[in-house]
């Protein structure tokens, strides 16, 4: 039986940093612009930290000016948006990004709306998600670009190709539904009131998994040939006999598909970690030399 081809996320997620640090330098050199990201966290959270270093880490490789603003958990709604409104007319600063989620006394939704749209390089706040429904330009969220940049990777053009996207959060699962419409696919969007599941997935040339379940997509699921993105990421225990340094159980990072179960049936498959996982940061970078763009009246570079 033949395997799936598996998606090399990190490849292709390296191409784009590669052109965007060209692309960075070419400002530098005939704009005398260097892009700027500013990220902000709010609070303590151990995974908001370690993806906002990596971030810091991506952005600077790339030749970028990055800036993180660290800001007390209890800071107060109306002090976030003053810092929002300052870096908005911040002229140095082209993308702002708030790192989610925020302290449960802030109203998530007034903050992102808060961001000039032309700096808003996760692509959140309303008129860039109006921008994308309408299929103009805009700000496209980071994670459903990563997504349909793999789909183009691996086949091509995308029209007339039945998608069935998994979840339906309006970081993954609604913007991935708009790109694939503004690609000619038939989509369908499943939740956890859909009936028949396994079927509605059985009968896609394209399965987006984005439901933070793990493992829960089977083999048995798919439709054989099929291309399958996998947009989970869960930690679950490892092997009973695997301990970290510290003594303590080891985790294991899985997607929403089980990988094994399903490789054994579609055509091409990405893997967790190293598919849906490297684009995210790949295309924020993109986002943010496109925000630049924009903001300077220089035609969109082609990344
Ligand atoms: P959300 O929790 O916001 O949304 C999950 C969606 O899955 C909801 O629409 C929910 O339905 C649906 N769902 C949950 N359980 C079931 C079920 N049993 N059957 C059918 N549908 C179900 O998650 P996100 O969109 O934020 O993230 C999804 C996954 O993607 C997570 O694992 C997350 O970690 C990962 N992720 C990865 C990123 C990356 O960079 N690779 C970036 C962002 C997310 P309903 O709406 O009805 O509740």
């Known amino acids: 039986m033949n395997e799936a081809q598996i998606i090399d996320g990190k490849a292709i997620a390296r191409r784009i940093r590669e052109r965007v640090a060209l692309e ?6 005939k704009n005398g612009l260097t892009p700027s990201l500013t990220v902000i966290l709010v609070g303590e ?12 880490k991506q952005a600077n490789e790339v030749g970028m000016i990055s800036d993180t603003i ?43 709306f808060a ?7 996760d692509g959140f706040h309303l008129v860039n998600i109006g921008r994308l429904w309408t299929g103009t330009k805009a700000s496209i969220p980071c994670t459903p670009s990563g997504c349909l940049q793999l789909l183009k990777e ?29 690609e000619n ?48 990421i869960n930690r679950i225990d490892a092997s009973l006999n695997e ?12 997607g929403d598909v089980n990988f094994e179960e399903a490789k054994l049936v579609a055509g091409h498959i990405s893997p967790v970690p190293g598919g849906v996982g490297p684009m995210t940061i790949a295309n924020l970078l993109r986002n943010t030399v496109i925000a630049a763009c924009w903001q300077m009246g220089i035609d969109e570079p082609n990344l």
Request: aromatic share 2%; charged share 25%; with cysteine.
């Open 115 to 121: 961001i000039d749209p032309l700096k808003d390089v």
């Open 243 to 254: 301990k970290n340094i510290d003594g303590k159980p080891a985790k294991q990072l899985v």
């Open 154 to 182: 691996t086949l091509g053009d995308l029209t007339g190709k039945r998608a069935l996207i998994l979840g339906r959060s309006n970081i993954v699962g609604k913007p991935m539904a708009a790109l694939l419409l503004n």
């Open 24 to 29: 960075v330098e070419n400002l530098k050199q």
């Open 45 to 56: 959270d151990p995974a908001s930290q370690i993806y906002v270093k990596s971030k810091e």
């Open 185 to 232: 696919c038939t989509v369908t969007i499943a939740h956890s009131s859909t009936i028949d599941l396994a079927d509605r997935c059985r009968e896609s040339d394209i399965l987006i998994a984005a439901v933070g379940r793990p493992q829960m997509i089977l083999g048995d699921w798919i439709k054989p040939g099929s291309t399958v993105i996998d947009v989970g």
């Open 70 to 112: 660290r800001l007390k958990a209890d800071i107060t709604e109306k002090n976030l948006l003053k810092l929002i409104n300052e870096l908005n007319s911040d002229i140095s600063v082209n993308g702002i990004l708030l790192q989610l989620p925020l302290p449960e006394h802030i109203d998530e939704g007034k903050v992102i």
